[in-house]
């Protein structure tokens, strides 16, 4: 799923780089209103390292829906 990086390149930010600076990373769910979150070190594991960190949209663990998942901050 491709989608459009932020228009702020700072926030170009990979996976590991995330994981380097020890982040924790919160992931929003409109629908349900669920927030969640996961260090990025985790993350960095189970995903590819290199994945954009704006383009990681997990499924929300409780309506299931990752359409509505706001990207991570």
């Known amino acids: 799923v491709g989608h459009n990086p932020p228009s702020d390149r700072r926030k170009w930010a990979q996976l590991k780089q995330w994981a380097v600076d020890g982040r924790i990373v919160r992931v929003?769910?409109?629908?349900c209103r669920r927030t969640m979150h996961f260090y990025?070190?985790?993350?960095?594991?189970?995903?590819?390292?290199?994945?954009l960190a704006h383009e990681w949209r997990p499924a929300c663990s409780?309506?299931?829906k990752s359409d509505w998942v706001r990207p991570p901050t």
Do not use: R, S
């Open 28 to 31: 929003h769910c409109n629908l």
């Open 40 to 51: 990025a070190a985790d993350l960095a594991q189970v995903y590819d390292p290199e994945m």
């Open 62 to 64: 409780k309506c299931g």
